[in-house]
Structure formats: C-alpha cells, structure tokens
C-alpha cells in the first residue's frame, strides 16, 4: 500500500527522529530545517530537502513541524504564507497553551488547518511501543491522518481547544521534571553524609512505584478521588504536621549547605494551606492554594 507524503520541518533531535521513522516506514518524506545541513543523513535514507519552505509545504498536505518554539514557525513559515492554503499543519513543538490558540487563528486565516501535539518520549522513543502523543484540534482531521501520525506513537487525543494539548504535556512534564529533582536533592541530601546515589534509589524506586500502586501508600489514587469528590479533609496525617516536616526538610538542606529552593517553595505551599484553614485536611488540600494562585 502507498503510504502518505509528510513534511517535516525542523530537524533537531525530535524532528530528525520523527523524519527517520517515517522514512523508515516507506513514507515519501520532505524535510526543510532553517541549518540545511542537518537534513544530510535523512536526504542519504531517501528523503528530499525542500529548497525553501513553501516547496517543503507544496510536497505534502501533511506538514510535521518541530521546533524549539512557536516562534520558529512563524520565522519559517510566514515567508511562504501562500502555500499554507489547505495544508494540516501539526506543530508537535513546546509553547504555551495561549500560544497554540494563537497559532490556530493564524493558521486558519492562511488557509491551513492546525493539529497541535506534545510528544510524550524523547528522540530515542519515536515510534516505539510507549510512545504517545497528545493531540487536540479537530478529531476528524486527527483520525483522516491518524496512520501517518501513529508512526510516531499512540495518538491520543484531548480535545477540540488547541491549547489542550500543551496543558496535558506540561502537566506531564512538570510531574516528571519535579519527580526527578526531588530525586536528585535527595541524591545531594544523602551524598553529604557520603552515601551514594544507587544506595538510595531502590528506595526512591519503592516510592514511586508504591504511589502509583493501590496499596497503603497508593496516594496517587486515593488524592485523586478525594479532588474529584471536592472533598480533601481528613486522615491520620493532617496538613501541619506535614507542613512541620517540610520545615525539616528545609533546615536539613541548610545544614548540609545544599541548595534549598525546591524544598523551600513546596514547604511555602503547604504552610499557606495551613493558613487557609487547612490545617487539619490531607495534603491533597493544597490543591485550593495553587488553584487560587
Ligand atoms: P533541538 O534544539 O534539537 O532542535 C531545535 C529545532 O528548532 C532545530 O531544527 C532548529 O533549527 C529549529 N529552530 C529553532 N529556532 C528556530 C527559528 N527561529 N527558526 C527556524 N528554526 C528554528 O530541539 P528538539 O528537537 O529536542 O525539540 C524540538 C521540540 O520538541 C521542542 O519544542 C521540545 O520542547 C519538544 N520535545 C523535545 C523532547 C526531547 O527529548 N528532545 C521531548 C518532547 C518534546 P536549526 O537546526 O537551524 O537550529
């Protein structure tokens, strides 16, 4: 079966990656990246450099943008306005969710459609098994190319507003850069007392895996059902007593001479939860401070 044409615009780490599995997948793929000479290993495997951005949106109706920004749309696209007519335009790129509004009324006054994405795996997991991308904009346009696009992972859409996708992405990305610097203070906490980072990530490991689980300590579930109920009081570990601990955790970064900023901003939010009110709630009552902020 004839597959699909994609364009591809930007080629960093993302975009190369993406451009070698749709090669890889027979697609018929056109490249255009602002350094041309990034395009070289793609154009040995079969794909064709576009000489300028508006040949690289007349090769195909399905155009693939990854770029640092939204900016670097514009910088690349605004140049050939005239051939966005009736491309999709699927900006897999970071930005804000304004942003991706943005970007949807100014695709729409040229003529193109937008898919907006974020990419939930690195270069290395492009059209892999766990690869997934989340996707708004119109579900029937993201179903026509849903083929094309599952060569880089699962497409799972959220939504017709196209910051949608971005919201779901940060809050994935927040969790998971959060996660893993927390890991790293602790790494820095223990390593003053000269114990090494693989003495402490089995546990780090349990915490993680016990959070998620449905055990005692399966508090990712238990706090979500307490937020959608819209009840977050109760239980045998009250807000201030943890509100105390993380004060703890602050001074031992001080002591250890280790820098105390991420513990210092969520020992804040606590303690401002405690002041709401919410002394004698679970910790899942931070939810109203950051909510209100
Ligand atoms: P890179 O820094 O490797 O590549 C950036 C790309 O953007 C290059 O092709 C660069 O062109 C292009 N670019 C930047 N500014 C402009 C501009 N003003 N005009 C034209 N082109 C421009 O980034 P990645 O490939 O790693 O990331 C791309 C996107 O994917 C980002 O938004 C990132 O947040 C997202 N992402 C990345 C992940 C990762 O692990 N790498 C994971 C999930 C999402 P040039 O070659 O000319 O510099």
Redesign the pocket.
């Known amino acids: 079966m004839t597959k699909a044409p994609v364009t591809v615009v930007?080629?960093?780490?993302?975009?190369?990656a993406m451009a070698a599995t749709f090669l890889e997948n027979g697609h018929p793929t056109t490249l255009w990246?602002?350094?041309a000479s990034?395009a070289e290993p793609l154009v040995a495997k079969g794909a064709t450099l576009a000489a300028t951005p508006a040949a690289a949106l007349a090769a195909s109706e399905l155009v693939i943008l990854?770029?640092?920004?939204y900016?670097?749309m514009y910088?690349?696209l605004d140049q050939a306005a005239d051939a966005l007519k009736g491309r999709v335009v699927v900006n897999?790129?970071?930005?804000s969710p304004d942003e991706l509004r943005r970007a949807d009324e100014w695709a729409s006054r040229h003529g193109a459609e937008l898919l907006t994405g974020?990419?939930?795996?690195?270069?290395a997991g492009i059209g892999k098994p766990g690869s997934y991308v989340f996707y708004s904009g119109r579900e029937e346009t993201l179903h026509r190319h849903r083929e094309t696009l599952g060569e880089l992972g699962e497409t799972t859409f959220v939504g017709s507003d196209p910051g949608l996708s971005m919201l779901y992405y940060q809050a994935q990305l927040y969790l998971f850069w959060s996660t893993l610097i927390a890991y790293m203070h602790g790494v820095a906490l223990v390593g003053t007392a000269g114990v090494s980072a693989e003495r402490l990530r089995p546990f780090a490991a349990t915490m993680l895996a016990d959070l998620a689980a449905d055990g005692t300590m399966g508090f990712l579930k238990v706090m979500t059902e307490m937020i959608d109920a819209g009840v977050v009081r109760g239980a045998d570990h009250n807000l201030r007593m943890q509100a105390v601990g993380a004060d703890h955790i602050v001074e031992a970064a001080q002591e250890a001479g280790i820098d105390a900023a991420g513990p210092r901003a969520l020992r804040d939010l606590m303690w401002r939860a405690v002041d709401a009110g919410h002394g004698a709630d679970g910790l899942a009552s931070v939810i109203e401070v950051i909510r209100r902020s």
């Not at 930007?10 to 190369?16: C, E, H, T, V």
């Not at 990854?66 to 920004?69: G, K, P």
């Not at 897999?92 to 930005?95: C, E």
């Not at 974020?118 to 270069?123: A, I």
């Open positions: 930007g080629l960093g780490a993302m975009g190369a990246n602002r350094t990034r990854s770029q640092t920004d900016q670097a910088d690349s897999l790129s970071s930005g974020g990419v939930m795996v690195p270069p």
